[in-house]
T-cell receptor, first 113, second 110 residues
Framework: DTAVSQTPKYLVTQMGNDKSIKCEQN?????MYWYKQDSKKFLKIMFS???????INETVPNRFSPKSPDKAHLNLHINSLELGDSAVYFC????????????FGAGTRLSVL | SQQGEEDPQALSIQEGENATMNCSYK?????LQWYRQNSGRGLVHLIL?????REKHSGRLRVTLDTSKKSSSLLITASRAADTASYFC??????????FGAGTRLFVKA
């Protein structure tokens, strides 16, 4: 059983399109995250939700909108995709805040053409 | 600016050798964590060391923390080809954020 699963694993799309990435965790955690990893492997926090409440909202374009329908799910919707959005996006979860161990999904590799 | 920065950026060693990676950070922390990322996969937690601890062991891993120098090191003893991966340190900076460094890419030659 995969603890943190995200879909799709690969996403290839044209500039200007809108796309969504879904994430689900079955660990019973109350906090979930979205990270972006660029081509140099630098991992940067984008958003975090605790009990469905947004607690971290980093400086990302407002084309990115997270949604947490419940504690086990955190989706990421991206409007008007740009070339610079190409990266690997990781979902993670933890029990409590980021001071605790985070469990990561396998990542979604987004390529914008 | 980045909270955690790893050094070296890349490391290539022979199987059986020890690998040492360093991490420096800028602000006070409650704990520091090390994660491993295999190619094409998500990060996997390795070890967490609290700010009041100086050293911690887990199998072939040894982590040290020097809060006066704001630095940590990860030692992997008797490395194996399967240890080939990127290793990241992560610190719990201000608010709820975990700040990851850019990672050290370790390549262990069989």
């Amino acid at each position: 059983d995969t603890a943190v699963s995200q879909t799709p694993k690969y996403l290839v799309t044209q500039m200007g399109n809108d796309k969504s990435i879904k994430c689900e965790q079955n660990l019973g955690h109350d906090t979930m995250y979205w990270y972006k990893q660029d081509s140099k492997k630098f991992l940067k926090i984008m958003f975090s939700y605790n009990n469905k409440e947004l607690i971290i909202n980093e400086t990302v374009p407002n084309r990115f909108s997270p949604k947490s329908p419940d504690k086990a799910h955190l989706n990421l919707h991206i409007n008007s995709l740009e070339l610079g959005d190409s990266a690997v996006y990781f979902c993670a979860s933890s029990q409590g805040t980021s001071k605790n161990i985070q469990y990561f999904g396998a990542g979604t590799r987004l390529s914008v053409l | 600016s980045q909270q955690g920065e790893e050094d070296p950026q890349a490391l290539s060693i022979q199987e059986g050798e020890n690998a040492t990676m360093n991490c420096s950070y800028k602000t006070s922390i409650n704990n520091l964590q090390w994660y491993r990322q295999n190619s094409g996969r998500g990060l996997v937690h390795l070890i967490l060391i609290r700010s009041n601890e100086r050293e911690k062991h887990s199998g072939r891993l040894r982590v040290t923390l020097d809060t006066s120098k704001k630095s940590s090191s990860l030692l992997i003893t008797a490395s194996r080809a399967a240890d080939t991966a990127s290793y990241f340190c992560a610190t719990d900076g201000t608010s709820f954020k975990t700040i990851f460094g850019a990672g050290t890419r370790l390549f262990v030659k069989a």
